[in-house]
């Protein structure tokens, strides 16, 4: 694979077969790019054209950690299930429509940190109420930063609630740390990717994607 035309991404899982490249130019935009790309016959190759982007507020991050509102840098997995406030759009994914008291637990205190919760009462701290997050969560999927498997349990303090989502305003704006994308692209990225291809993420300024 070779995003950018002089980059060669080289820590993608083996298995990976479906990648997602979100890059911007450095790390204060919140503005990006994302590019798929798809694997076959042992070649990468373009599988959507480029799709604009939005990041968050405070652009890229190789240490986001709780609150902050940047987006972390690296390699990750897409979670195991989609999720969405509107019925499943055809993704491939197991999907989860979102119903009242469906939380994502962003309480670093809490056992379930960074993960999703049926709950009757708030989890407690910047824990968010899915189903009150229209139209940013009408569809998403969710971003393995800080939990398995990129690391065995989730890091307290170190981030939680990284999703691909919606735009939350018409024409895009920055977000707390997701990626974000308008209505069709997303719908059009998230059927397209397919769990048995073992899709990734990479997250990055466009400059320093020779890490990867």
Not at 35 to 45: E, L, S, T, V
Not at 102 to 107: E, K, L, S, T
Not at 166 to 186: I, M, Q, R, W, Y
């Amino acid at each position: 694979m070779n995003p950018t035309g002089t980059v060669q991404l080289t820590t993608l899982p083996p298995q990976t077969r479906q990648a997602l490249v979100v890059t911007g130019d450095g790390y204060r935009t919140t503005h990006a790019t994302l590019q798929a790309y798809a694997k076959a016959d042992d070649r990468w190759g373009p599988a959507l054209p480029p799709l604009p982007a939005r990041i968050g507020a405070d652009g890229f991050s190789d240490q986001h950690v709780e609150g902050v509102p940047t987006t972390p840098t690296g390699v990750y997995a897409i979670g195991p299930t989609m999720y969405g406030i509107a019925a499943d759009p055809g993704v491939r994914y197991p999907y989860h429509r979102v119903v009242v008291d469906d939380w994502w637990n962003a309480n670093p205190d809490s056992p379930h940190y960074n993960s999703f919760q049926r709950s009757a009462t708030n989890p407690g701290g910047d824990s968010e109420a899915l189903w009150r997050e229209d139209p940013a969560y009408t569809h998403f999927a969710v971003i393995a930063y800080n939990m398995p498997p990129t690391v065995e349990t989730p890091v307290p303090n170190a981030g939680s609630g990284i999703f691909l989502h919606e735009f939350s305003k018409p024409d895009g704006n920055a977000t707390a740390g997701c990626v974000s994308l308008a209505h069709d692209h997303l719908v059009t990225v998230l059927t397209w990717l397919d769990p048995a291809a073992s899709p990734c993420i990479v997250l990055c300024p466009e400059q320093h994607l020779d890490r990867y």
